[in-house]
């Protein structure tokens, strides 16, 4: 068993344990540690190994606004260059020390007497904090379909986000089970290696076309050298994908007629590869776009239409030693089962436990809903922040972006915690309560509470995923730190009282 005592514990490497990393740094946080459960940072991006994973946000908008990477090589760069730019970060703000690897946190404990979290591993070795950034991400998850007979399989089966690179496909018989934003990339990717491919598809989603495109050159060297020009561009993407928010969040004559170009590009580009209407007709969704994720591709359609290719519509009944029964009476025959099945979303604050003050579990706290203010702290559970957290997701802009939010109004909090003598600090319950039903109120008009089923929606129907309102305007609320929204405690920060 191992131990050791910080100013701040970051839980996570990804996007957000590392930019967690650098705003301590920048706050002059000297002592604290970046808990990474993994071997290397990088977070979804580098679980996420799957051929043809790529970013649906363009980098230089899905990146962080003072790491500007004038090299992305397209405008949706693949994996491992994405997975590459957060090692870079790592180095440049000298983060690998910070990073204590292989820790994987089981349980976040409030210690009263002690004004500190004690962070426990599944190994059981503890850290003290006086405060903790849960950045765990909300795709950390894999979600995997408990399908009678699935563990008969004689094949490989593996999940999207744990993919067997030792599995090689060549000549193989292959299902992938979904049609989310992972299936979209890794059907093309794979499609002319295998033998036989089927698809099976539960729910047909809705697809725009990808605008993606090589960065010449010269355009890299002239953001190298005018890194405005590569400001302006970010901006320019911003506000592209901001202005797709108003099919989601609106009702009037723009949403109506976002949502028809929406369903007309996507019928465009199943025509352009099924023109038997029929078939066509299975790939049309039946949901308001948006409402799950609205994905991007310029080759799902044309894979599915390749000859070695089948869209299995009927439902998947059972699993035997050699494939998959569909509700249909078909038995499809496999050598590999992919499951891009997506990720337990909506299961928060799983698979950690938070035990706040008087021991209360932050799983039974939300039980109902997950209730925070602005999806960064939560009543009951002084010095923890959450960065993605609950009420936070994105249909339509980059959560790098909204990271970087919440890092604002964290590191003014430390600020003023270290500034003031405050030793800590715990949402006021009302403020939380509030916050939540204006939440709840607000998403009930939006695209993700029109009747589908999504990874936006938990068990009891509650939209608590998703912002239900633009970026900037979560930018303009959630960036200041707000003394008045929260009970204090005086003392200094970071000096842990040692246990009675
Ligand atoms: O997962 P998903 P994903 N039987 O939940 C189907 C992010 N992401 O990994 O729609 C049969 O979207 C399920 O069917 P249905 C992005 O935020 C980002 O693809 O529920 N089918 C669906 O088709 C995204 O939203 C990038 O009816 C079952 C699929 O599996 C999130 O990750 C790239 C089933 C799951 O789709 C998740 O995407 C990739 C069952 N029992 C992912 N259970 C970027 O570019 C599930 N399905 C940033």
Known sequence: MDSGVVELAIIGSGFGGLGAGVMAIEQGIDSFVILERAKAVGGTWRDNTYPGCACDIPSHLYSFSFAQNSEWSRSYPAQPEIEEYLERVTDNYRLHSRV?????????????????????????????????ISATGPLSQPATPDFPGLSDFAGEVFHSANWRHDVSLDGKKVGVVGTGASAIQLVPAIADDVEHLDVFQRTPPWVLPRDDRPAPLWRRYLYQWLPFLQRLHRWRIYARQEFLSLAFLGKGKIANAMTERIKQETKTLIDASFPDPEIAAALVPTFKPGCKRLLIS????????????????ASIERVDATGITTSDDRHHELDVLVLATGFAVTDFPSPLTFIGRNGVNLAEHWEDGASTDFGITVSGFPNLWFLAGPGTGLGHNSIVFMIEVQLQQIGRALRYMRSESVASIELRQEVEDASYAELQRRVATTVWASGCSSWYIRENGRVDTIWPGTTTEYWWRARRF?????????????????SR
């Open 482 to 498: 707000a003394p008045n929204r929260y009970l204090m405690t005086a003392g200094r920060f970071g000096q842990i009282t040692p």
């Open 298 to 313: 310029n080759d799902w359609y044309s894979a599915l239409a390749k000859p070695n290719v089948d869209v299995v519509t």
């Open 100 to 132: 204590r690897f292989g820790f994987d946190v089981a349980e976040v404990r409030w210690l009263q007497e002690q004004t500190c979290w004690s962070i426990t591993s599944h190994e059981g070795d503890i850290v003290l904090a006086s405060a903790v």
